[in-house]
């Protein structure tokens, strides 16, 4: 699964650091989320990006493919 944060900000006009600002996290964290380098997210961070976002969990998420 891919998030797609970094594409949603441009579409928005919005800067990584804008969200970053908004966000609350730890750099670190916030880093490893906005550049899919994380294999897991808590609710309370996704619920807080789709709320500042204004988008639902389903925009963040890159079609997923299940493989055969």
Do not use: A
Request: proline fraction near 1%.
């Amino acid at each position: 699964m891919k998030l797609r944060i970094l594409e949603i900000l441009k579409e928005k006009g919005k800067t990584k650091y804008w969200l970053y600002n908004q966000l609350g996290l730890s750099y670190q964290n916030f880093n490893r989320i906005v550049n899919n380098e994380t294999s897991s997210i808590k609710f309370e961070n996704l619920k807080n990006i789709c709320d500042i976002l204004e988008c639902t969990p389903n925009d963040l998420f890159d079609v997923y493919h299940k493989k055969e």
